[in-house]
């Protein structure tokens, strides 16, 4: 059990690893933002702005579930009805609020950058509404006005970067690499000034949870490894008491070697057990 839990933690580093360097898939990303901001647009085309432009777009569109999306999508790529129950009311509250979320559900490398493509989405939809606006303000307070959970969602996916700290926190043990990448994502994370101090100290607590929690496992294998080995040895030692362990392996012989089980008259038969088993008493020797 013990060299499988290594394994298993070889296992886990390099899968994070091989995870870091996942590319951003924009149509599942698409997709995902879709389930919040795009309900019922088959019927209604001014939904995305509606749900995730601006308020002046009119009311936003009621339905009983989420549209069906573009073929190909799945449920793994799309905010569900009871995850939606939590997304703000604001247009633009819920853009910023839906794209953190999709982030977070995409994962792979997806960062605001990626979500260019769907701006221009919600801007179609506006002027299917007859809307006679500049869009780029609307959307400038959805990327520059954010919720705590939207910026913690999004500092924590830089900061665990592979190019930064790690999954695990293994490039920021000193606080010195942890305050210079994390200052690099603060900066990255636009609208979020007001909550980067709290969302700073959260983050230390949970490097600080990483390291140990890593540090204590590797240390309770090499224990266990240490444990396992002593038992060992105090039972080789116990074994040489009396040669209990030499005349345990006579026996052992004499019963699975011997045609007849070195019953009386069959001298021959102890003597080869005996000469079989006579590196116990050489091991025992070496203990002493």
């Given at each position: 059990m013990k060299k499988f839990a290594i394994c298993y933690l070889l296992f886990a580093i390099c899968a994070g690893a091989a995870g870091a360097a996942a590319t951003c898939s924009k149509q599942s990303l698409n997709a995902c933002i879709d389930s919040s901001c795009a309900i019922n647009i088959g019927a209604n085309p001014a939904a995305r702005c509606q749900l995730c432009g601006?308020?002046?777009a009119g009311d936003a569109p009621t339905g009983t579930g989420m549209q069906q999306l573009a073929l190909g999508a799945s449920s793994k790529n799309?905010?569900?009805e009871r995850e939606l129950r939590a997304a703000p009311r604001d247009p633009a509250d819920r853009y910023a609020?839906?794209?953190?979320q999709c982030i977070k559900k995409i994962g792979g490398a997806c960062t605001l950058d990626d979500v260019e493509d769907y701006d221009k989405l919600i801007e179609q939809s506006c002027r299917a509404a007859g809307l006679d606006m500049q869009f780029a303000s609307a959307q400038k307070k959805a990327t520059t006005q954010k919720?705590?959970?939207?910026?913690?969602s999004?500092?924590?996916?830089?900061?665990?970067?592979?190019?930064?700290c790690g999954s695990g926190f293994t490039a920021c043990k000193e606080d010195a690499d942890f305050d210079k990448f994390f200052a690099a994502c603060a900066v990255e994370a636009t609208g979020c000034d007001q909550f980067t101090k709290d969302i700073r100290t959260a983050s230390i607590s949970a490097r600080d949870n990483s390291i140990k929690n890593a540090s204590g496992l590797l240390a309770s294998i090499v224990a266990g490894y240490r444990t396992a080995r002593e038992?060992?040895?105090?039972?080789?030692?116990?074994?040489?008491?009396?040669?209990?362990?030499r005349d345990a392996c006579v026996q052992m012989v004499c019963a699975e070697?011997?045609?007849?089980?070195c019953a009386s008259g069959f001298e021959s038969e102890v003597s080869m057990a005996n000469l079989l088993c006579k590196f116990h008493e050489t091991?025992?020797?070496?203990?002493?």
């Open positions: 601006t308020a002046t799309t905010l569900s609020w839906t794209v953190a919720t705590r959970s939207a910026c913690e999004e500092i924590s996916l830089c900061i665990r970067g592979d190019k930064r038992d060992r040895l105090n039972a080789a030692k116990e074994g040489c008491k009396s040669n209990a362990s070697n011997m045609r007849n089980k091991a025992c020797g070496r203990l002493k």
